[in-house]
């Protein structure tokens, strides 16, 4: 699997350099100087193929878990993500990310089998940048992918994972998380909570709430507050995040984020603060989106000192629901 991943992630940086003319000058594509259909054009015939091959891997899992053939619609999808983390200093690091949602409709939607990279990383909280690699090559065979199957009790608004971290030795861990959301005037209000546990490192739990407001059409104002605690470390990690999304049209949005990052307990104490300008854009159908984010960095560890830093990423999404948009945008 993680070949053919690797397959793509090389063409896909082909591609990064018309990526980012198209995410700077909305009227130019990087497909509008080709004269052949799409049908002849090699990376959207290779986007179809891997598509259907994700839409035949679901069915097959499903018929599998099920007992039954699979004749239902396939929603499951997966996002292959390829960037770079640029610095003030003249550092690069090159980032791969992988994220599969396999559906089983068969098993009326209550199993799901989850893949996710960078699953060692058992807390968003104390997470300042996205790249932890030097190299796509380090990344594709680091120990940090898990498989998981997920079961969905809808009744409660939870899910349960039960899987393994790709490691040597493996990595067994359960998760469980629950999901409520409450509407008041004109906030929307998220609450998450999870417990989970790992064989090798430990256990911990996790509480999360964001709350949102319409400010007018395409701007949504918001807040969010998190926290986590590591039986491991024996550590707890705080994130407050305060956002301004800003969806431009249909195919571009824009992000503005400040982030204070703390830890300790029972007084915390400032580690990171920073601010961000996260922008997104669909370059192509509707499964190839690109990525800026300009930010810049306050850390205990530099005195605090701005450290400037670019984001650079392709985002690729197969699956059957990504299949039979031909727009160029």
């Given at each position: 699997?993680?070949l ?20 700077f ?78 559906r ?10 989850v893949?996710?990279?960078d ?29 998981a ?15 393994i ?33 790992y064989y ?9 709430l ?64 920073l ?8 370059l ?46």
């Open positions: 699997m993680l053919g991943f690797k397959g793509y992630a090389d063409s896909s940086r082909s591609l990064l350099s018309a990526c980012v003319l198209s995410l000058c909305p009227n130019v594509s990087f497909a509008d100087d080709i004269t052949y259909t799409e049908e002849d054009e090699w990376w959207a015939l290779s986007h179809k193929n891997a598509s259907q091959t994700v839409s035949e891997w679901s069915n097959g899992l499903d018929a599998f878990f099920s007992g039954e053939s699979s004749t239902l619609p396939s929603q499951s999808f997966v996002s292959v993500q390829l960037g770079g983390v640029f610095s003030d200093t003249g550092n690069a690091s090159p980032f791969l990310g992988l994220h599969m949602g396999i089983l409709p068969n098993t009326k939607n209550r199993l799901r089998l893949i996710d990279s699953a060692n990383e058992l807390t968003e909280n104390n997470k300042v940048q996205e790249a932890s690699s030097s190299s796509f090559q380090e990344e594709a065979v680091s120990e940090t992918f898990s498989a199957i997920r079961y969905v009790k809808e009744e409660w608004n939870a899910n349960f994972d039960a899987g971290l790709i490691d040597f030795p493996l990595d067994p861990f359960v998760k469980v998380r629950f999901t409520q959301d409450y509407q008041a005037s004109d906030w929307s209000f998220l609450f998450r909570e999870s417990v989970f546990s090798s490192q430990g256990f911990g739990a996790s509480f999360s964001e709350a949102t407001t319409s400010l007018s059409d395409g701007v949504i104002f918001g807040v969010s507050v998190g926290s986590t605690w590591l039986n491991r470390d024996e550590e707890y990690y705080y994130r407050e995040n305060l956002f301004l999304n800003h969806a431009i049209d249909e195919k571009s949005k824009v992000r503005y984020q400040f982030s204070v990052l703390q830890s300790g307990d029972p007084a915390p104490k400032l580690d990171t603060y601010y961000l300008v996260n922008y997104k854009k669909i192509y159908g509707n499964w190839l989106i690109g990525q800026v984010t300009p930010q810049i960095t306050h850390e205990l560890d530099n005195d605090f000192d701005a450290e400037f830093s670019f984001t650079l990423s392709l985002e690729i999404l197969l699956g059957e629901d990504y299949l039979g948009s031909s727009n160029r945008h």
